[in-house]
């Protein structure tokens, strides 16, 4: 770090740390953004593609990730000093940390992990971002199978303050350690999982949540819209506040979660006696496809980032010093 | 309506409604505390409860629904001409709207509204606050029973943006319409269900998601706190500008949802097939409980409350002019 008491909008710039990102999908180019805002300069980051013409298309993509209402609080970025590796072993060669964002595919994370390996600095830190694909079975061909860990955003990373860290259960503590105080040291929230279960934690819930909304509009009870209108008006301001737990936590009154489920825990089981089990591809597609291009159309998904970014920015200055 | 263009925070006043409320627990305090907020005079509100000492428990109690940072842009109430009705049939007389915040027992529920129904003007509102009683359940001794809808509120109502609004097979077009039209009016979001399942739709979705929360906290994948983490820095700020079919929809790209489900479908059925199934008194209670406990001891729910105001304001400003 360069500076130790940074003003709100011009966190302090890292001069230390040289990362190599891997992969130049949306995600990729969303953390490039993400680092491009803290790196002291824009030579410390490496991108590696197989794509031919991968210099030109990060170069006209990636100034994308940096909209309008942001730019007044970072300085100009200078995106031709950016690195394109011509090869996986210049790209990695003097990393700090190689950051992952390729195709979700086990055999091609496997060999890359294994070649990264090999010609990568002996502490340098290896991070996948795969929603799916567990750390020890991404490591599997590597001398050192503990240096992997999956670091897992909430799309898209530059705006999201959430990475789930997933280590293998060989990952060393320190390698979590580094890990976890690179994503604090830059104000956003790695949550470490204890285990490496199918489609980590956010996913999970998200998903429970998503299935009772098919199952809903299947049923013909809601429509899409209105599961929307219902969700932005209720759980998602208020979990945006205070997670489930702490909400019903605080529902229960001094009895907090017992006082909770002994008052309404009769209604609690009869809800989860009735969740629907809807599958993919069980038949409810079409229509509920059609009624989401209806409602939406395309999102405009810059728009969803601005006002995003609002939440977050109160959410911030409410938790400023107190955790 | 009194004005036609209120400046943001002072809505036109209703001179029109005389609103009866029944039940003097915190949802049918927080009720009075906004319809407060809204009516011209505070003697267009009547409360009616059988415990001894109402008028001075309202009046003990009902200013603390008022905080200090929302006084400055409400005039200075007058508890004191709040009606205290002495008897059911004298709070229902006059009454345009009667709102209903009793105890979950449907035979008092039932018996409630026929008494009501004998007494209140042919053409009031009938409100059920309920969490889970149908209202053709509690209008199931009345002359004219498609009078009574539920209108479920997200605690608490003086806050939170939501109305689920629950008829009855039987209520009339007419009084779905007056009652769509009194919340949209004060700046509420009501949704209207077609059909009476348990639960509502507002509480499945959560208890979806927070039968998969107990789930992984018990299969110590994270703690209570991290559950609350995670939600609190993806899904709650994200629900809370885009419900979940609108950022599905626009995470599958142009492809919309249907783009979403080509791509990671595979992932969402894995993580529905091994979502879990936890029962209320199924054995994880105690840890769990002792987890929240500890992790939050009792929820300043004041503070929580001030937090959810400043985002909703976001929203709200973001919204306008928008739908």
Known sequence: MSEKTPAKDSPPKDSDSRITLIGTGTIGLSFAAFHLAHLAHP?????????????GYVRAELPKYFPAETQSSLP???????NIAASLPTAVQNATIVQESGPENAPFKTSLWAEVEKHAPKDALFWSSTSGIPASQQSAQMAEPGRVLVVHPYNPPHVM???ELVPSPSTPRGVIRRTESFWEE?????????????GFVANRLAFA???????????????????DQIVQSSMGPRWAVAGPFKSY??????????????????????????????RVGGGWEERIFKEANEAYGV???????????RVLRVLEEERGGKE
Chains 1, 2 share one sequence.
Request: aromatic share 6%; proline share 5%; charged share 25%.
């Open 161 to 163: 303050p959430l990475l």
């Open 249 to 278: 936590h605080a529902g229960g009154g001094p009895g907090g979660l017992e006082g909770f489920f002994e008052n309404i825990g009769g209604t609690v089981q009869g809800c989860w006696d009735e969740l629907g089990t809807p």
């Open 43 to 55: 030579s410390q980051l490496t991108i590696y593609d197989t794509r031919p013409d991968v210099a």
């Open 209 to 227: 949540l998503l299935r009772e909304a098919v199952h809903l509009v299947d049923q013909g009870v809601v429509s899409v819209r209105e599961v």
């Open 299 to 309: 999102v405009d998904v810059g728009e969803r980032d601005r006002v995003t970014r």
């Open 186 to 198: 830059r104000g956003r929230v790695p949550v470490r999982l204890r285990k490496e279960v199918t």
């Open 76 to 82: 100009s970025i200078d995106f031709s000093s950016i």
